[in-house]
């Protein structure tokens, strides 16, 4: 069995260490609107938008720039992510509402499942 490239350890952190700015982005603007008072499920979609579309800025700017356009990239990842962020809803809203798990902690496994299906998809379409 042979060990992968070292370049592929080199995309993969630089990867992760760009979603998890994004990702951070993202939990932080849920944190604000939800302490503001805004409703946590419109705050879990307007932090995803937010979230979203630095993840994309950021992946053009420090990982690779993509095969569309800036604004068609951000479309088409907002697009996929939004298939993907109905699914990661269900679990937010499962979490809460069956398992009584707070909301931050049901947002972050939620963000956690999300991230995982989001990498696949870029990686592969992307």
Known sequence: MSSPKPETYSHTITYAAIIAVGYAIDIACYIVLA????????????????????????????FAIGRFSLVTDVALTLGSNGLVIV?????????????????????????????LINYYTRRRFF
């Open 35 to 62: 302490a503001t008072g805004v409703h946590l499920y419109v705050a879990y979609f307007a932090a995803f938008l937010v979230g979203g579309t630095c993840n994309v800025a950021l992946l053009r700017r420090y």
């Open 87 to 115: 699914l990661a809803f269900g679990v937010y809203i499962f979490l809460m509402t069956a398992l009584a798990v707070p909301h931050l902690i049901a947002k972050l496994v939620s963000n956690i499942f999300s991230v």
